[in-house]
T-cell receptor, first 115, second 114 residues
């Protein structure tokens, strides 16, 4: 149980284009989802917390207009990297929490490469 | 605010030898503690967690960790490692009591040598 999927697993795009990454909880309802960014050989940096039906809460230093997060249902959250630039290249990982449970379940990650 | 320190960035160990990955945390309130494993180009998988109760926590793949409140530590151990244990291990902490934001350490790369 508690499986989280991400799509796509890998994406290459041109600078200036937008990329959408989907995060789905497959066997539970996720009232809260999280988006992380992981740089090479670094830990996970929380970008934002997404609650179903409300606006995401962004961490300090994360541009909300650049990283658009939508949590339209209890099983789906999307992260859109708008006007992507090479410095946005990274490994993006989402996680989800069922209800009030304290454990986060992670997706497999999405490798974004912006050329 | 909570913080996590993983003292070793890399730990090489021979196959079938025991291993301990160290984790210390800092918090002024009660915490939940987690260990996650990340294989190359994959997301994180929960190994084990401490919420309350017994300070010795057993997880998947033969790993265990002990919560030591006086030393603010949550070290991860395995008595005999396998090649397949080669991965990045992350210690994480959150404030106890319902859902709270999780703070991760920088990770420890476990390299099992045949």
């Amino acid at each position: 149980g508690a499986v989280v999927s991400q799509h796509p697993s890998r994406v290459i795009c041109k600078s200036g284009t937008s990329v959408k990454i989907e995060c789905r909880s497959l066997d539970f309802q996720a009232t809260t989802m999280f988006w992380y960014r992981q740089f090479p050989k670094k830990s996970l940096m929380l970008m934002a917390t997404s609650n179903e039906g409300s606006k995401a809460t962004y961490e300090q230093g994360v541009e909300k207009d650049k990283f658009l997060i939508n949590h339209a249902s209890l099983t789906l959250s999307t992260l859109t990297v708008t006007s992507a630039h090479p410095e946005d290249s990274s490994f993006y990982i989402c996680s989800a929490t069922p209800g009030q449970e304290e454990t986060q379940y992670f997706g497999p990650g999405t490798r974004l490469l912006v050329l | 605010a909570q913080s996590v320190t993983q003292l070793d960035s890399q730990v090489p160990v021979f196959e079938e030898a025991p291993v301990e990955l160290r984790c210390n945390y800092s918090s002024s309130v009660s915490v939940y503690l987690f260990w996650y494993v990340q294989y190359p180009n994959q997301g994180l998988q929960l190994l084990l967690k401490y919420l309350s109760g017994s300070t010795l926590v057993k997880g998947i793949n033969g790993f265990e960790a002990e919560f030591n409140k006086s030393q603010t530590s949550f070290h991860l151990r395995k008595p005999s490692v396998h090649i397949s244990d080669t991965a990045e291990y992350f210690c994480a902490v959150s404030v106890a009591g319902g859902y709270q934001k999780v703070t991760f350490g920088i990770g420890t790369k476990l390299q099992v040598i045949p």
